[in-house]
């Protein structure tokens, strides 16, 4: 079953616009991380952010984490057409001892040149 | 230096054969994952090896998939009287722990296995 849910399912915009996507999720988690996806292979890892964390910079990625709501957003400045690609959010559980991570259905993210 | 691969890239078989899928980790890399992704959907978590050990199977539908670390390095995952249904890309990931806070996990590109 997927824990993850991303909206919107797919965006379509402009290169130089912002693309910001969001992702909840249903029970307390440990970490949530976002990944992309290229050609439907090869997940890439982006950016972790802790339970305990409320935002994170990477690049002209931003991320934040709301666990009273339960939802993240991801958040990519100044895009580009590179960023095609679909974007997937994935949780992992408090409990130390279980490392598997659960998906959303991830997000298509096209950026027009 | 050398990320997570697997092979075959493409696998084509007939219902009801056998498949082995192969994933070699990254070096060093005690924790491997095997997951399943359909069309359309996120990857669903298979099994979690911490070493030889299978230290989470949940994720396996059925007793017709399998899945071996005899070494504690390459992973094969075994599927017996393939059914159509089990047509998808499976992923490999390793992560050098398992269980712990921060599990960063490497993936590999993927095996695409479609069952006619």
């Known amino acids: 079953s997927q824990q993850g849910e991303e909206d919107p399912q797919a965006l379509s915009i402009q290169e130089g616009e912002n693309a910001t996507m969001n992702c909840s999720y249903k029970?307390?988690?440990?970490?949530l991380q976002w990944y992309r996806q290229n050609s439907g292979r090869g997940l890439v890892h982006l950016i972790l952010?802790?339970?305990?964390?409320r935002e994170k910079h990477s690049g002209r990625l931003r991320v934040t984490l709301d666990t009273s709501k339960k939802s993240s957003s991801l958040l990519i400045t100044a895009s580009r057409a590179a960023d095609t690609a679909s974007y997937f959010c994935?949780?992992?559980?408090?409990?130390?001892?279980?490392?598997?991570?659960?998906f959303g259905k991830g997000i298509t993210l096209s950026v027009r040149p | 230096g050398a990320g997570v691969s697997q092979t075959p890239s493409n696998k084509v078989t007939e219902k009801g054969k056998y498949v082995e899928l192969r994933c070699d980790p990254i070096?060093?890399?005690?924790?491997l994952y095997w997951y399943r992704q359909s069309l359309g959907q996120g990857p669903e978590f298979l099994i979690y090896?911490?070493?030889?050990?299978?230290?989470?199977d949940s994720g396996l539908p059925n007793d017709r998939f399998f899945a071996v670390r005899p070494e504690g390095s390459v992973s094969t995952l075994k599927i017996q009287r393939t059914e159509r249904g089990d047509s998808a890309v499976y992923l490999c990931?390793?992560?050098?722990?398992?269980?712990?806070?921060?599990?960063?996990?490497?993936f590999g590109p993927g095996t695409r296995l479609t069952v006619l």
């Open positions: 990931a390793s992560s050098l722990r398992g269980g712990e806070t921060y599990n960063e996990q490497f």
């Open positions: 029970t307390s988690i440990n970490n």
């Open positions: 952010i802790r339970s305990n964390e």
């Open positions: 994935a949780t992992d559980l408090p409990t130390g001892a279980n490392s598997k991570l659960t």
């Open positions: 070096s060093g890399h005690t924790a």
């Open positions: 090896f911490q070493g030889t050990g299978a230290a989470d």
